[in-house]
């Protein structure tokens, strides 16, 4: 390793600190989920890494971590000082489960969630035997930051080089951000530790799908779904690279997590979380933007066709939605200034008219056969969820899964109009990306299978979960805004 | 009072719902039943903290697609006569290989020699020109196999060095 083990956990815990400062901003403390904790931490903790790192760049200030880790701590301290003054919202508190549970189902979720936790860092560390050299980690997410790094900052150079020798130039700054705080480390290029900053996120998301199933079923349950989804093909789901797959599925997770709190509890603090969670998804891919929408759109969806009055979300807390859509204009800035293009981007009407006929068949039969035939790169998620929604629709549509459910609908209609106009050989694309697009709402669909699985009292936190969801106040109003 | 024939399918419908997720459950469980002891498998992390940059850079190597003409060996001269030769910034027009094994080669050495902008052939006449552009001051080279058949630019260019199988030429970085 060319880093001192000082810098290894300079470039670990001082994001993680940022976030710890952040999360007290945002409402959130330790006792209001142990399990989920540090994922908030580092989740916000690296979104508000690459945000400084992205004025930082703009202003062409040297990559030097002597003078951002300071920065970075002084603006989480701030933060923390800033939670502590404000104080938390009221009604952050959620119903409490009301089943016992055997001391040894316990046991064997705490087990298995170490366990997975052991078995990604032991992967992560293995993975650091090979030098970023391959693959889209190499070509896109490394070399965009190694060009970053060596331009300087976000200046002409950087865009004249990026569009000549980067590839996918118009992919969010996020990832490469991250990978630049490391490279700052040693003030120099990184071809193993340039990793460690995204490594983070995929032991963030066992943890994060850990917390979200947990907070809904029995110990047991919880330890079988979040075993199932752990265990899809590491070659579709490059855990523990530097590619922004996990990423993805992390942010992802975490705003459905963050919104079903919200809807159950309607507290700001879990408002404040959701649209954070999305701003980091929009940062990360343009999958993220995809997904972030569906997730969006499936809300609306459900307060439009809700046949009680819904309750809609106070200005201050939509206020709040300003964060992803900042991110989304700061991508969009940066490919702006400097030119990039997305290859997508250049006529798609005229391919969605001109070849749709032509297109959609092998698609279709492409998702089919993704979704039926190969259980071990999505864990048969999706083969369940389509299943279900053909025996039983109004259950899959029911209570709080709703939004998540159509939000998943929507995601794959926008995946077909991707594949539709795409411009490049669709057996090729479909080939290379389905599997890999697909795999980062595996871990939210183990949350939505979760909570068809919460449905049923023997397997739900709650003894005879529908009675006792209707008799608590604060779920009922989560229930009136879904219809 | 008797339920109505909808609420009856419904429950109908919910109970076939419930059968199908535990259907998937049992399968699932089954499916990665015989993965649970790849949990325990915590086997190079030693190598993982304390290997040298270089042998994480050799495993890379070894990692890359191979064919007939290349090998580990191979490649690492490349990389080793690239570094050694090519200034940082410069520009190395290179074809290692056909195909997408020679591209993939391509990549693999523009990783690793970076700043050193490493940029697979054939390009296009825009993007010839953008690579002079950017190589003028910094050098413009060009990194081929040595048995492929003389080319007309190779009058203008001066041969750098060679490993087995590759040679380097300095080109001229504006056009006359």
Redesign the interface.
């Known amino acids: 390793?060319?880093l001192s083990p000082l810098a290894v956990f300079s470039v670990l815990f001082v994001p993680l600190l940022l976030g710890a400062g952040l999360v007290h901003a945002l409402g959130l403390r330790w006792r209001d989920d142990p399990l989920a904790y540090p994922v908030w931490c580092a989740l916000t903790g690296g979104l508000g890494t690459a945000a400084l790192l992205y004025l930082w760049s703009w202003l062409g200030w040297p990559y030097d971590a002597r003078l951002i880790a300071p920065v970075v701590l002084a603006l989480g301290a701030a933060s923390a000082w800033l939670g502590t003054r404000t104080g938390r919202p009221p009604g952050l508190a959620l119903a409490q489960p009301t089943r016992r549970v055997p001391w040894f189902e316990t046991a064997l979720f705490r087990v298995l969630v170490l366990?997975?936790v052991?078995?990604t860092v032991?992967r992560a560390?293995?993975?650091?035997?090979?030098?970023?050299?391959?693959g889209d980690e190499?070509?896109i997410w490394?070399?965009k930051a190694?060009l970053l790094f060596?331009a300087g900052g976000l200046n002409d150079l950087f865009g004249?080089?990026a569009?000549?020798?980067g590839s996918h130039e118009d992919y969010p700054m996020l990832n490469p951000l991250l990978q630049v705080w490391a490279f700052a480390h040693a003030r120099a290029?990184l071809?193993?530790e340039a990793r460690i900053p995204i490594q983070v996120f995929a032991l963030a998301l066992v943890l994060a799908q850990a917390a979200a199933l947990r907070r809904i079923l029995r110990p047991g349950a919880a330890a079988?779904?979040l075993?199932?989804v752990f265990?899809v093909d590491a070659s579709t789901r490059k855990p523990c690279t530097g590619t922004a797959e996990p990423m993805v599925a992390l942010g992802l997770l975490v705003a459905a997590d963050a919104g079903l709190r919200w809807l159950a509890s309607r507290a700001e603090t879990w408002a404040r979380l959701f649209f954070v969670a999305l701003a980091f998804l929009v940062g990360t891919k343009h999958e993220g933007a995809l997904l972030g929408l569906s997730v969006l759109l499936g809300c609306a969806t459900c307060a439009l066709v809700s046949r009680t009055v819904p309750r809609w979300p106070r200005p201050r807390q939509l206020a709040w939605a300003a964060l992803p859509l900042a991110v989304l204009a700061a991508g969009w800035f940066v490919n702006l200034r400097f030119g990039f293009q997305n290859l997508a981007s250049a006529s798609p009407l005229a391919i969605l008219t001109g070849r749709f006929q032509e297109r959609i068949g092998p698609i279709v039969s492409g998702f089919a056969q993704l979704f039926f035939a190969r259980?071990?790169w999505n864990?048969?998620v999706f083969?369940?969820w389509i299943?279900?929604s053909l025996?039983?629709p109004?259950?899959?549509l029911r209570g709080p899964a709703r939004p998540l459910a159509l939000g998943c609908w929507f995601a794959l209609a926008g995946w077909v109009l991707v594949y539709l106009t795409t411009p490049y050989d669709l057996d090729w694309h479909l080939i290379s990306s389905a599997p890999r697009v697909t795999y980062q709402v595996v871990p939210t669909f183990g949350l939505w299978?979760g909570m068809?699985?919460a449905q049923?009292p023997w397997f739900g936190r709650f003894v005879r979960a529908r009675r006792a969801a209707a008799s608590t106040p604060t779920a009922r109003a989560g229930t009136l805004a879904l219809g | 009072m008797k339920p109505s024939r909808r609420s009856r399918r419904s429950a109908g419908a919910s109970l076939l719902a419930s059968a199908a997720l535990l259907a998937f459950l049992g399968w699932r469980t089954l499916a990665i039943a015989p993965r649970l002891p790849g949990l325990f498998h915590f086997g190079g992390i030693r190598n993982g903290l304390s290997w040298s940059f270089e042998r994480r850079v050799q495993r890379a190597i070894a990692q890359a697609p191979m064919t007939r003409k290349t090998s580990p060996v191979e490649t690492t001269a490349v990389l080793a006569m690239v570094k050694e030769h090519v200034e940082l910034h410069a520009v190395v027009m290179a074809q290692l290989e056909h195909g997408s094994a020679g591209r993939q080669l391509c990549t693999l050495v523009a990783m690793l020699a970076f700043p050193r902008f490493v940029t697979p052939l054939p390009l296009t006449e825009k993007e010839q020109r953008r690579c002079r552009e950017l190589a003028a001051g910094h050098g413009l080279y060009a990194l081929v196999r040595a048995d492929a058949s003389q080319s007309a630019w190779q009058s203008s260019a001066t041969r750098i060095a060679r490993t087995g199988k590759h040679e380097l030429w300095r080109l001229e970085d504006r056009d006359r």
């Open positions: 390793m060319t366990l997975l052991a078995a032991a560390v293995r993975t650091s035997t090979v030098a970023v050299a391959l190499a070509v490394t070399r190694q060596d004249v080089r569009r000549a020798f290029l071809w193993v079988l779904v075993a199932i265990f259980p071990r864990a048969g083969a369940i299943v279900l025996l039983a109004a259950r899959t299978v068809m699985l049923d």
